[in-house]
């Protein structure tokens, strides 16, 4: 497998983002707030003249909050889903690296947040690591209930 990942910490854990998902890595500064939006869409952003919904990837994965003040600058993974940009908040963004191996199964618990965005474990150079489903993050929790 040559795939590229991401490497990127998400609430203190090092996992990978498939390259081939994101656009750009960006710092986000603005963030204007979205009324009655689900409590992981953290608001809105522009970037180079088109607007990004943020997305608060520790809300998304059930673990808190992100802390996310104006004035600060935040990385951010932007990935395209349907037509629509996003920016994944991050704890940070380290390397691109490629994956070793395909996905496998994940044989041990996780969480409920880890377990639902899990696409597997892959190899890598600096070891295994949990390949992650943006369009799972992005749909957020509880995303099974809203489809039904």
């Known amino acids: 497998?040559?795939?590229?990942?991401?490497?990127?910490?998400?609430?203190g854990s090092r996992v990978a983002l498939p390259a081939a998902s994101v656009e750009s890595v960006v710092e986000l500064e603005a963030?204007?707030?979205?009324?009655?939006?689900?409590a992981h869409v953290a608001g809105l952003s522009a970037l180079r003249s088109r607007v990004l919904t943020?997305?608060?990837?520790?809300s998304s994965l059930g673990l808190g909050t992100t802390l996310l003040s104006d004035g600060e600058l935040h990385e951010a993974a932007v990935v395209e889903l349907d037509g629509h940009h996003y920016a994944l908040t991050v704890d940070a963004v380290e390397d691109v690296v490629e994956a070793l191996s395909e996905p496998s199964a994940i044989r041990a618990a996780m969480g409920d947040g880890w377990e639902r965005v899990s696409l597997g474990i892959v190899e890598t150079e600096e070891g295994p690591m949990l390949?992650?489903?943006?369009?799972?993050?992005?749909?957020g929790p509880g995303a099974e209930i809203r489809a039904a």
């Open 131 to 139: 390949l992650v489903d943006v369009s799972a993050v992005v749909a």
């Open 54 to 58: 943020v997305i608060d990837c520790r």
């Open 1 to 11: 497998m040559n795939e590229l990942l991401l490497i990127v910490t998400i609430a």
């Open 31 to 38: 963030l204007i707030p979205v009324p009655r939006a689900p």
